[in-house]
């Protein structure tokens, strides 16, 4: 297993526990409330994919530089 498979793993839980705080149900129609778990759910997984890549870029560099 790669390291970014690793981090995948432990960041998506996060991005997800994190979304999941925010109350984002005033932007949306009332009733809407599977396009609200795709709109979360998909914003978890924007924000995962950032983060990864960030501390993965990170982590090459820092293997480069040594």
């Not at 297993?1 to 984002?24: A, E, H, Q």
């Not at 979360?40 to 982590?59: E, R, T, W």
């Amino acid at each position: 297993m790669n390291v970014k498979t690793l981090l995948y793993i432990v960041i998506v839980p996060i991005s997800i526990w994190l979304v999941s705080s925010m109350k984002l149900e005033n932007l949306f129609k009332k009733k809407r409330t599977y396009q609200i778990a795709t709109f979360y759910l998909f914003l978890a997984l924007g924000i995962s994919y950032l983060v990864v890549n960030f501390i993965y870029d990170f982590y090459e560099v820092s293997r480069i530089i040594q």
